[in-house]
């Protein structure tokens, strides 16, 4: 689920059909469940990595108001909507991660779509329609924002079921956070035995036909362009081009496998192939990624079940960083404890030490406050890039 991706088109897409709904009116859909008592007051053992706040005592002090709270939305889910949910992604769910879900809510039914970039436009065209929307949204920042600024995101308050306030701070507080995911430089060792610490050290002639990036992933720019300025990202984006040293590829990942041009300006790696390694580099971007309720959905319950399991189960979470059949799923919230990436094996292994070293080295984190500016500055990488 590359929820970082496509920027551009997406928001596009979105204007197109924001602007075609008129006045039609879907039905009112019921509103978010309330929590299931209240949330224990405890206090997050807090570590800062980066933007990001981990709370070590979680499991010990927040997952169990928070399991509790999981048994009560299945109660209520199985009973909405026939237990029928409706989750739409980049990608549609597998039925492995189904299976793993079902194991412990079996009456729930999930129908999933993958919509790629026509996700916004579905879920505004079913509410226009009156058609059966997604009950679960979901996004980074700045992918989401036009969802979010047409009242998509359902005002859910996370605390109350037994969320760290602390992890609820980057993003608007409907946001809840269930991942993260960043630029990183993917490369392979039989070509190049490492990469430079920053995209400036890509200008060196060495690099000379060597790196890739695509298209639609001028976000790999931002995070520059954010810490140096738009007209700095500008100029290093047309010296790479230039001189020859970057190559616009639509797909990166033959190439890079195959060492033709073996450096590629991406995001996290799906491919286990063991020549190819992954790292941060300076003014990287690593991205919070956040889960939500539709404001449109049928099973609200059901929407808020599956955020919270999918985000925080320990029983999930260990078999995503432990099982290879798992890896090519987002690396879980860099808020949860130590113990959760130190068990991390293969492919996740990777990419979980890739974003945590960004995130400790300083890397650049959009935040609610800053989202309409980095919007600005991958709208200007995409051009520089695109024409």
């Known amino acids: 689920m590359k929820r970082t991706l496509g920027l551009a088109a997406l928001a596009a897409a979105t204007a197109l059909v924001l602007s075609g709904c008129g006045t039609q009116q879907a039905q009112e859909a019921p509103t978010a469940v309330e929590p299931s008592g209240g949330a224990a007051d405890v206090v997050c053992d807090a570590v800062e990595v980066g933007a990001i706040t981990r709370c070590e005592n979680f499991y010990e002090d927040y997952w169990p108001e928070i399991d509790r709270q999981l048994d009560a939305l299945y ?63 979901s996004g980074s920042i700045t992918s989401m924002a036009a969802m979010y600024d047409e009242g998509f995101w359902e005002k859910v308050d996370w605390t109350t079921f037994g969320v760290p306030a602390e992890y ?4 608007a507080p409907e946001l809840m956070p269930d991942s993260i995911n960043g630029t990183l430089m993917q490369y392979n060792t039989d070509k190049v035995d490492a990469v430079p610490d ?3 050290g890509l200008r060196d002639p060495q690099y000379k036909g060597k790196v890739s990036v695509a298209g639609y992933n001028a976000i790999v720019f ?21 001189s020859g040293n970057l ?26 192939n063991p020549v190819l390694k992954v790292a941060p580099f300076e003014h990287s971007g690593v991205f919070a990624q956040f889960s939500g309720v539709n404001s449109d959905a049928e099973n609200k ?3 808020m079940l599956w955020a919270l399991w999918n985000a925080y189960d320990p029983d999930w979470i260990e078999l995503r960083m432990t099982d290879e059949n798992f890896s090519s799923t987002q690396v879980p919230f860099a808020g949860l404890p130590t113990s959760v990436f130190d068990q991390a094996t293969g492919l996740m292994k990777a990419n979980a ?18 989202r309409d500016q980095w919007q600005a500055m991958i709208n200007a990488a995409d051009e520089a890039l695109n024409g």
């Open 198 to 200: 920053s995209l400036d």
């Open 301 to 303: 319950p059901g929407a």
């Open 75 to 137: 109660e209520k889910a199985k009973e909405t909507d026939g237990g029928r949910l409706v989750i739409w992604d980049w990608y549609e769910l597998s039925p492995e991660i189904i299976a793993q879900f079902n194991k412990r809510f079996p009456d729930i039914t999930i129908e999933t779509q993958g919509l790629t970039y026509n996700l916004s436009s579905a879920i505004i065209s079913a509410k226009a329609t009156g058609s059966r929307n997604t009950d679960v949204v």
């Open 168 to 171: 609820l701070t980057i993003g």
């Open 247 to 272: 190559k616009l590829l639509e797909d990166q990942g033959a190439p890079l496998s195959s060492g033709d041009v073996p450096i590629a300006l991406n995001q996290t790696l799906y491919n286990p």
């Open 353 to 370: 030490d890739a974003l945590l070293q960004g995130l400790a080295n300083g890397a650049e984190t959009e935040t609610q406050d800053t």
């Open 222 to 242: 931002a995070g520059y362009g954010m810490a140096e300025g738009e007209d700095a990202m500008l100029k290093l984006i047309d010296d790479l081009s230039s």
